[in-house]
Nanobody, 129 residues
Framework: QVHLAESGGGSVQSGGSLRLSCVVSAYTYSDYCLGWFRQAPGKEREGVAAIDSSGTVSYADSVKGRFTISLDDGKNTLHLQMNSLKPEDTAMYYC???????????????????????WGQGTLVTVSS
């Protein structure tokens, strides 16, 4: 059974940086979409960034130029480097994944037009002004 475990959340001041990591167990397929999502208090969950096996990398407009998603294949770990953090980035951040030939494309996932089927428990990011 596939398991996702996020880490790296914490509290930082505005302008600071954090690096989130998501270890993916039982990662055996060559076709995939992996992504980061977030949910702030009182708001709906939104896509932050995603990467799929076609090579597509997609970001939400609100994080472009500040966040970078990357995949360390050797360690089965998905990262989200978050720079220039803002108070509005405060949220619970979730890692999610989907495998197989019919994976959801990264662009659709970030835009909320499609979803992924395996989710982690989340890691909290708090940015103070």
């Amino acid at each position: 059974q596939v398991h996702l475990a996020e880490s790296g959340g914490g509290s930082v001041q505005s302008g600071g940086s954090l690096r989130l990591s998501c270890v993916v167990s039982a990662y055996t397929y060559s076709d995939y979409c992996l992504g980061w999502f977030r949910q702030a208090p009182g708001k709906e969950r939104e896509g932050v960034a995603a990467i799929d096996s076609s090579g597509t990398v997609s970001y939400a407009d609100s994080v472009k130029g500040r966040f970078t998603i990357s995949l360390d294949d050797g360690k089965n770990t998905l990262h989200l480097q978050m720079n220039s953090l803002k108070p509005e980035d405060t949220a619970m951040y979730y890692c999610a994944a989907e495998w197989g030939p019919f994976f959801s494309p990264a662009e659709k996932v970030v835009r909320g037009l499609d979803t992924l089927d395996t989710w982690g428990q989340g890691t909290l990011v708090t940015v103070s002004s």
